[in-house]
């Protein structure tokens, strides 16, 4: 590989780049993302690799094959895209790529059978743009997702990739890069929304060096995903926001903290930072300018709290991970003590766009006060699971439904959960709220870093603050009082709410406690920590008091409240009496069953596997 | 010099000096129990707590733990409102559902009015109130043997591995800091027990009183190059000795005077 010492000379290798892509007119993109990996899809790209080495196909060479990042619509994988046509194969098993390979690679016929079905019109759909899932999107941090190899430095700059980095480098000062971060109003992804553009201004206002750029790769909110398939299959626009803003603060190292719980990130982060110093874009000198750069991966141990800025510094710097009073913010002595620009992947990979079009181009996109888009890992009892962005501002209406596809099974919306586990539950009355940092946080909720869980009416509200609250005092990291004690007794008292042991006086106890919470805990961890209880029982306050005073409850989730009989629908063909491990049922083939209350676990064994609707939660 | 307001009365402060500090040196009663004068502050109590607000800030305030908060010009500061004594409650009031044994935790919930916990006593729990004094002080006296492991709810003082820690060197430091001594040693004449290693004491050669042990002495004369065997007298017989030099000083200038 070729050392770049100029602006110049990277224009000269992207043609090459460009040569090279336009030579495979027709490409095989198999999604490689969490989802579709963990649904066999590695085992498809080898039978692709297998077949297509042995075998000659006019026009097509095994280079056009593509291990991809996330497509996003895991609901549907694994996906197989044939371009240039954007066709689109849902649920590709290894036994179809044969098929594949014949039909529609040499024969370019499509094959019904793999294609997407609209579950409205039963109709196949052909092309993925014109699938409601991505044609309500705006894709901006997604980018690249799923158009180009997960590790492929060619491929990223012949797609445009670096060409930011050769503006700033060549074209802007520091000033202006800051202005132009400023005026995209570019906000935090990771969830507290705090503007990059004074950030970085800040940081690159102080004398003290050296400065350091931190890029945030902590991502623990449970069901979110977001950041990970940015880092395994976008590594570059990460690497290439970082240095961008390397330039802007006047900084010389950057570290990116991944949690070890995301192998493939860390080995396709390594791997990118790797070609980009072979290529010249990290290190001294970056395209032969003043400006000296690099980047060390850091690993963290999967502590949720790591994710927290300055317990993630305190971890990167190998000390235990607790998080400081932030009364000095970290921007003015972070990492080391000193001066450090700490940003969240997602925004991390917005920079390159944004020096590229403008802030101003960015700053049309969305909300007034919340600009851009956001990236949201949907998932729950929706249809359409996967990852999804869209402009600031979408209704929440419009992702559960036009994007989300509605609720599973048809059954009534309940609540949506957002901004992880310290975030809250929306009820149905909220669902034309705009999704945006301010709007979430007045209703109760929060942005937090996207993950986006939806519920039916089969949740219970008192269950899913019970177990937001456990994770929370599980990832408590246990140096301030209120949230290592005060969650731990928070959750104690929902666990009597469920088990039917709790007052009403208890309830405001409870809300007492949480305010103190929120008041006394040192980070935002903490402060935050009372959300999953204190808006659900904003919410939800029904429901609470109905495990109260009627020890019921409704949603028929917990267990000590709860009662499974078997109705008069049942045709006795004993699917419950296999399933259930603790004996519990009797009765004879063709004859009634019966639960035996003494012995019943309440499991739930026998509702999962009763095809009759025979089985009645009281 | 910085004029903030504290309860009311207008008082002065150096740049940088903490809220703490200055409340305390001007007599105000602010209880605290992870602060230790000689390391840096670590907000993990939270029972330094105080309201702070400004003229600017149209009738907003802010809670901050004024052993980390730095004074500012012109702040207002309420070391005892309402929001303030309902926090320290609330804290005092979870400390003792996880450490009903503590003398020192029941003795300061009592002054704040309460006698007994409200909540579900902890299983299991100890009287260590996680306040970080005696891992932070290992760290400062250069040792580093003990630490926080895990985290939440479980969280526990220990040494590496829950096993007898190989830089432990017995000074006490950890032992003699603990704000509600739960850290034992056994110390019997010639040995000292702590963290499940055992220890030599060193015998003063001039009385024979047991002193430091051997390796917290052999770690000072190497770290801050202190002879030996200055460590082989114990204080007392130092000062003794001491004031026998000074005497003999005293006698020979008088001597030579005459």
Redesign the interface.
Known sequence: MMHIESPKQLAEYRKKCVAEESKYTRKVLVCCGPGCLANGSQKISDEFKRILSSKKIKGFSIEALRDTGCHGYCEQGPLVIIEPDGTFYTHVKVKDVAEIIDETIAGKKVIERLLYCDPDTAKKIEKYSDIPFYSHQTRIAFRNLGRVSQCDINQYIAIGGYQALAKTLADMTPEQVIKEVSASGLRGRGGAGFHAGKKWATCAGIQEKPHYVICNGDEGDPGAFMDRAIMEGDPHSVIEGMIICSYAVGSNQGYIYVREEYPLAVVNLQKAIEQARELGLLGENILGSDHSFDIHVSRGGGAFVCGESSALMKSVAGEVGEPRAKYIRSVVKGLFDKPTVLNNVESLANIPVIIDKGGEWFSKIGTSTSTGTKAFSLVGKVNNSGLIEVPMGTTLREIVYDIGGGIRDGRPFKAVQTGGPSGGCLPESKLDLQVDFDTLTKAGSMMGSGGMIIMDDRTCMVDVAKYFLSFLVDESCGKCVPCREGLYQLHAMTVAVSEGRATEADIEKMEKLSDMIVIGSLCGLGKSGPNPFLSTVMYFRDEYLEHIRNKRCPAGVCRALIQYTINEKCNGCMACITACAHHAITGKKKEPHFINQELCDKCGACYAVCQHDAITIT | MVELTINGRVVHANEGEMLLAVCRREGFRIPALCHHEAIEP?????LC?VEITKKEWKGWSN???SC???VEKNLIVLTDST?VI??RK??LD??L??CPNSPEIRQLAAEYGVNQT???P?VDGDNC??C?ICTRICEKMGFSAI??V??????VVAPPLKEAPPDCVGCLACSLNCPTHVIPYIDNGSTRIIWGRTFELIKCSKCGKPTITRDFAESLSKTKSIPAEYFEVCDECHRREISLTMGSIANWEREAAK
Do not use: N
């Open positions: 670590f907000g993990a109590c939270r707590m809670y901050v733990t980390l908060y730095p929001k309902e926090l609330t804290v979870l400390q559902a996880r409200s909540y579900e902890v109130i996680l970080g630490s926080t895990g985290r939440g709810h479980d969280k």
